[in-house]
């Protein structure tokens, strides 16, 4: 098991590790398992496909340490992290007396994950939760560095909160049971942090594809484990994500558009692989990055199965990205490679992206 320390304004480990579902108990920190002794319960979120598979491990582990547990089982997928979903869950556990000492445990994916973690950022004004994520994705992005959020009618993630956990625990053996679609998906997040931050990380998965060693328990242990690491080095620099944090946003801004033009219907991973290559072609089109990146970065993606390309017209893409909640006035900060490994902020005005990414 690898341990990773989160140093950020509420400190907290991640947990990464093969069978951790089940050991629960040796990965509390100290200030959650205190709550036993005053009659704490835990409120357990999930999704109805990761409930069948896993809850009963977790709620046997935490009813095991001493706590009562409430479950919270939600739809699968994106229609969760609604304000219909996110008002159910409040009222249900007011209606269940849930108190300030007691804790949130997110099982499942980054919609649970992102939707809980909002629960607990303003349910009685914040009560304590753990991130255990179940899905690539969520593993080696979303449960990490306290971004909460639900979405709007209006676009993703539009009302949110910062708010770290108290704990992540990652338990490898969920990725067992994962569409190949959604192991792709978190796949997508990975290349992100070898075209970002890693150039060896690049090098490594463009080596043992993942999609083809996912029952390579110390290959993604290891491989998540680095995601995590740089994920960390970012957030403790940048936890409000006013500077450096934007560079996790790579491939995103298109992204975000691809995702709100198909209602949803193009995952998260696909959007953001369709952004990270397109952005890489412009980047290497107007001699941002050196001859060949843009390849580098479509070959990568398309050797994991992930999409390149959008049907999306020009003016869908840029509609979409006005919905882009980073935009700020008429600007937005775009992530460009400079090389693959490092990469650049950029602020740019509305006009400028349209032009960079579709030419005049
Ligand atoms: N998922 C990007 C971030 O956490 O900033």
């Not at 598979?53 to 706590?67: A, M, Q, R, T």
């Not at 009560?127 to 593993?139: G, H, K, N, R």
């Not at 979405?151 to 910062?162: C, D, I, Q, S, V």
Request: charged residues 25%; hydrophobic residues 40%; glycine residues 10%.
């Amino acid at each position: 098991m690898k341990t990773i320390h989160v140093n950020t304004s509420r400190p907290y480990d991640v947990h990464i590790g093969a069978g951790l579902l089940k050991k629960i108990e040796e990965l509390l920190p100290e200030s959650v398992l205190k709550k036993i002794d005053k009659g704490a319960k835990t409120v357990l979120i999930t999704d109805e496909n990761v409930n069948e598979i896993y809850s009963s491990d977790v709620e046997e582990s935490l009813e095991k340490i001493g706590f009562d547990v409430l479950k919270i089982v939600v739809p699968a997928g994106e229609e969760a992290k609604s304000g219909q979903w996110y008002l159910k869950i409040l009222s249900c556990m007011a209606e269940n007396h849930v108190s300030r000492n007691d804790c949130i445990f997110a099982l499942g994916g980054g919609v649970v994950g992102d939707l809980s973690g909002f629960v607990a950022a303003t349910f009685l004004r914040g009560i304590d939760f753990v991130q255990m994520p179940t899905t690539l994705l969520s593993a080696v992005d979303s449960s990490v560095g306290g971004k909460t959020a639900i979405n709007l009618p209006e676009g993703k993630n539009l009302a949110g909160a910062f708010y770290q956990p108290k704990a992540v625990i990652m338990d490898v053996n969920t990725l067992d049971t994962l569409s190949a679609e959604i192991f792709a998906d978190g796949c997508a997040e990975i290349i992100k942090y070898g075209v970002i931050w890693d150039s060896e990380l690049f090098e490594l998965i463009k080596e043992n594809n993942l999609t083809k060693n996912r029952g390579n328990i110390d290959l993604m242990c290891g491989v998540i484990s680095r995601c995590v690491e740089i994920k960390q080095k970012v957030v403790s620099l940048d936890e409000l994500d006013k500077g450096i944090r934007n560079i996790l946003n790579f491939g995103h801004t298109i992204g975000h558009s691809i995702e709100k033009n198909s209602e949803f219907e193009v995952s998260h991973g696909s959007s953001v692989a369709i952004g990270m290559t397109i952005i890489s072609k412009a980047a290497e089109k107007k001699g941002l990055c050196p001859a060949g990146t843009g390849k580098l970065v479509e070959n990568l993606i398309s050797d994991y199965g992930l999409p390149t390309e959008t049907d999306y017209s020009r003016k869908q893409i840029m509609d979409g990205l006005l919905s882009d909640k980073k935009i700020e006035g008429t600007t937005i900060n775009l992530i460009l490679p400079e090389k693959i490994g490092k990469c650049n902020i950029c602020n740019m005005k509305i006009n400028e992206i349209e032009e960079l990414i579709f030419g005049d």
